[in-house]
């Protein structure tokens, strides 16, 4: 089976994220006051084809653990997980 | 000395590292592949600056993969010595072999200036030549080059004292202003607890010369020659 898995990797609490620091900075030079934090994250969208929803999710977090996050400064989260239709999404 | 300078996809420093250490050192030097994995015979192994695999995903992601880091990680197991410079050391980080990871520069903009770095450690094979409190003119280059650990492991790196160079002002002080990446105590450079590790942000390829404005690199190169000299005796 085909999976479509959604997975998202942060930088772990208290890793500076300078990045979402001047996003919030121009939001609230744009007067969006009641905005208090931003943080950015990244989202990879992986199809993978397994013998079933469990071997897939096991290849997702040993790809997440090992290549798509730093586990020094990140964390990363399985988000979705769904069989694809045709084709996939792709 | 035996020196071997690593080309990874996209690495742009590894000509200028070549000729600081063949041309202006006097070493045998020799290019190897990011596939290579004869290092064996070698002195020094340097990982260049550059772009390894267009800083795709995270600096040094990729290259950590590569089979030559699988053979420069046996290398310095074997007491080797490794000089990772700007993107060489942000692939040692992720490779594991040095502590802590690089995110971007507290300014998010790509800094090419000079800064100036304390010597903080002469008691390393990069850093013989010089004293303790030396003050070198060395420019950096990089998006990447905030260093960050989480405080177990940062008081870990200062504890083991792992810290090598230091941002400071052309004084020596140590302080905010003289910091130009956001670097968690103004770290721009560390080793690993043998000692035969190094990594920095500055590039000391980049000021080996009088024409190029600096030859304060210099006695990083000098120092490693020393003591490879000295070890064989």
Known sequence: ?90 | MKAGVVIFPGSNCDRDTYWVLSKVLGAETRYLWHDDTQIDDLDLVVLPGGFSYGDYLRTGAFARFSPIMKAVADFAKNGGIVLGICNGFQILLEAGLLEGAMIPNKSLRFICDWVRIRVERNDTPFTANAKIGDVLKIPIAHFEGNYFAPKEILSKVEKNHLVVFRYCTENGDITEDANPNGSLNNIAGIANEQGNILGMMPHPERASEAILGSEDGKVIFESIAKYIKQKRG
Do not use: C, H, W
């Open chain 1, 1 to 90: 089976m085909r999976y479509n898995i959604r997975i998202a990797v942060e930088r772990k609490k208290g890793v500076a994220d300078p990045e979402g620091k001047t996003i919030f900075e121009a939001l609230g030079r744009l007067g969006y006051e009641k905005v208090e934090s931003v943080r950015v994250a990244k989202l990879f969208d992986v199809v993978i084809n397994a013998q079933d929803e469990n071997e897939a999710k096991s290849v997702a977090e040993e790809i997440s653990e090992r290549v798509l996050s730093n586990p020094v400064i990140e964390t990363f989260t399985i988000l979705s997980i769904s069989e694809t239709g045709d084709g996939g999404n792709e």
